[in-house]
């Protein structure tokens, strides 16, 4: 049975760090594309940062030079490294894994909480 398991939310204040891990098990194809969506309270999800398999990587504007996405496909995990976070960073961040074709799928983690004090 596929399952993302995320781990490292927690609490921070503005202008520190964090690392978010989701590892991916129970899942036989590789992934084309892994990536971090956050929901905040009252907002819809949102993208906040994902990476093929190859290594190509797309970030939301918003987090564009803070944030960074790695991946280990050997391992099935993808981390997200968080710098000079902000307020406006808190939410639940939400791991997905996805793949396309004649063996498709599009998996979530249960979500990992992220809040960034003033």
């Known amino acids: 049975q596929a399952q993302l398991v995320e781990s490292g939310g927690g609490l921070v204040k503005a202008g520190g760090s964090l690392r978010i891990s989701c590892e991916a098990s129970g899942i036989s194809f590789s992934a084309d594309v892994m990536g971090w969506y956050r929901q905040a309270p009252g907002k819809q999800r949102e993208l906040v940062a994902q990476i093929t398999r190859a290594g190509d990587t797309t970030y939301a504007q918003s987090v564009k030079g803070r944030f960074t996405i790695s991946r280990d496909n050997a391992q099935n995990t993808v981390n997200l490294q968080m710098n000079s976070l902000k307020p406006e960073d808190t939410a639940v961040y939400y791991c997905?894994?996805?793949?396309?074709?004649?063996?498709?799928?599009?998996?979530w983690g249960q979500g990992t909480q992220v809040t960034v004090s003033s």
């Open positions: 997905n894994a996805r793949r396309s074709g004649f063996i498709d799928y599009d998996y």
